[in-house]
């Protein structure tokens, strides 16, 4: 299909690793995003890898990227309740002479005590 | 750094009238992007504008739609006539994209909040 998809909900405990989980389309996708939406407000980029890495980390955020699967995740360390939000992957796919970015229907993160 | 300005933060108007929503993009960039965001159909890409010029208008639902960049620091999302399907968040976002292809990452305003009676 052409449809980047993710699952809808995700409940963690504070203090836990959360992982979102993403799969894409395009194997020619030159880069892939993670975006958090927090209420009310618009969306945030929070990291992206270039499609010849595998993973990438920065501060409590990893990335890991498996090309052959077309699978994306992003992993947040030690999640607090101020990581609660929804959570977007979005791939970067050619289309019409440009680099399009085609967005998940994000992922919303539940940061329980 | 001021990010993407988008005003007025939130709309709501009878249906039949027009709407204008605005955008600054970041000093710099030079690609311009307006989304729809509905719980139904999540973000949808409606027009896309590099250099001023729209490039890609596909994703704009209908004649009823419009968008224009006069300026490299400013652009319009008009809706006339208006209809209670319109209701959405629209956001823009922008970019640099150089001649050889390698971009940055978009960049997303805070969001017009519409809501059409």
């Known amino acids: 299909g052409e449809d980047v998809e993710q699952s809808l909900f995700l409940s963690v405990r504070e203090g836990d690793s959360s992982v979102i989980n993403c799969t894409y389309t395009?194997?020619?996708?030159?880069?892939l995003y993670w975006y958090k939406q927090e209420p009310g407000a618009g969306l945030q980029l929070l990291t992206y890898?270039?499609?010849?890495?595998d993973m990438k980390q920065d501060q409590r955020l990893t990335v890991l990227l498996n090309k052959k699967d077309k699978h994306l995740s992003l992993r947040i360390a030690d999640t607090q309740t101020g990581d609660s939000a929804i959570y977007f992957c979005?791939?970067?796919?050619?289309?019409?002479?440009?680099?399009?970015?085609?967005f998940g229907a994000g992922t919303r993160l539940a940061v329980h005590p | 750094d001021a990010g993407v300005i988008q005003s007025p933060r939130h709309e709501v108007t009878e249906m039949g009238q027009e709407v204008t929503l605005r955008c600054k993009p970041i000093?710099?960039?030079?690609?311009l992007f307006w989304y729809r965001q509905t719980m139904m159909r999540g973000l949808e890409l409606l027009i896309y504008f590099n250099n001023n010029v729209p490039i890609d208008d596909s994703g704009m639902p209908e004649d009823r739609f419009s968008a224009k960049m006069p300026n490299a620091s400013f652009s319009t999302l008009k809706i006339q006539p208006s209809e209670p399907r319109d209701s959405a968040v629209y956001f823009c976002a922008s970019s640099f994209i150089s001649g050889q292809g390698v971009h940055q990452p978009q960049h997303f305003g805070d969001g017009t909040r519409l809501s059409i009676l």
């Open positions: 979005a791939e970067s796919r050619l289309s019409g002479g440009y680099n399009k970015l085609i």
């Open positions: 890898i270039f499609s010849n890495m």
């Open positions: 000093s710099g960039h030079n690609s």
């Open positions: 395009d194997s020619s996708s030159t880069y």
